[in-house]
């Protein structure tokens, strides 16, 4: 069993910052891929960034790559999203995803385990 806890999320205007930070919990991290994910009210879920546990590996959508950096500290199982330059088209409630795939077309998939979600809002 795996859980995932996020924290970091907030307003910020146009331009600015945020961190997010999802915890793990569980016997399994390693080797396992994991990111983040966001919704926006009316839209479906999708996948902005993911990293192989304690390998590497990253992928980022078209709509963030270059202003949104993940990261991982292995010793701490914690994951990390730096997200700047941000816009109002990237409020979202934003969630950690844990064992999903990326298709080499780049389309996340569903995760099997799901953080409880933060709220990223965006204003300009």
């Known amino acids: 069993q795996v859980q995932l806890v996020e924290s970091g999320g907030g307003s910020v205007q146009a331009g600015g910052s945020l961190r997010l930070s999802c915890a793990v919990s569980g016997n399994t991290y390693h080797g396992y891929r994991m990111g983040w994910f966001r919704q926006a009210p009316g839209k479906e879920r999708e996948g902005v960034a993911s990293?192989?546990?304690?390998?590497?590996?990253?992928y980022y959508s078209d709509s963030v790559v270059g202003r949104f950096t993940i990261s991982q500290d292995n010793t701490k199982k914690t994951l990390y999203l730096q997200m700047v330059s941000l816009k109002p088209e990237d409020t979202a409630v934003y969630y950690c995803?844990?064992?999903?795939?990326?298709?080499?077309?780049?389309?996340?998939?569903?995760?099997?385990?799901w953080g409880q979600g933060t709220q990223v809002t965006v204003s300009s």
């Open positions: 995803a844990f064992d999903f795939r990326v298709s080499p077309l780049g389309v996340f998939g569903p995760a099997e385990y």
């Open positions: 990293i192989v546990g304690g390998v590497g590996g990253t």
